[in-house]
């Protein structure tokens, strides 16, 4: 069972930055397609960033394209660094791992087979 830990949320202001991490313990991390997902209260959960483990393809969701970076290192660790944060930013921020995605499915939350607990980002006006 792979175990991710996702940590670096918190209270930012508008127009702030937050990087996040998240600490894969897999042997096979470099196997995996990581991706980010985020969850406001009383909405759906939304594809924020994925990063494939194969060939680094990157994608972004569509609300945080252009002020977002995904990127992973060798130590089993991706992170997601986002600027001029906006209200509608504020969720929880989960990572999630698969063996299945490609750049054409990161999107599919259903894909990804294993998630962590989630770090709050709140972003205050």
């Known amino acids: 069972q792979e175990r991710m830990v996702e940590s670096g949320g918190g209270l930012v202001q508008a127009g702030g930055s937050v990087r996040l991490s998240c600490a894969a313990s897999t042997r096979t991390f470099n196997w995996y397609s990581m991706g980010w997902f985020r969850q406001a209260p009383g909405k759906e959960r939304e594809f924020v960033a994925g990063?494939?483990?194969?060939?680094?393809?990157i994608r972004y969701g569509d609300a945080v394209k252009g002020r977002s970076s995904i990127t992973r290192d060798a130590a089993n660790t991706v992170y997601l660094q986002m600027s001029d944060l906006k209200t509608e930013d504020t969720a929880i921020y989960y990572c999630a791992a698969s063996l299945l995605v490609n750049e054409n499915t990161f999107g599919d939350a259903n894909a990804f087979a294993f998630w962590g607990q989630g770090t709050q980002v709140t972003v205050s006006s």
């Open positions: 990063i494939s483990g194969s060939d680094g393809i």
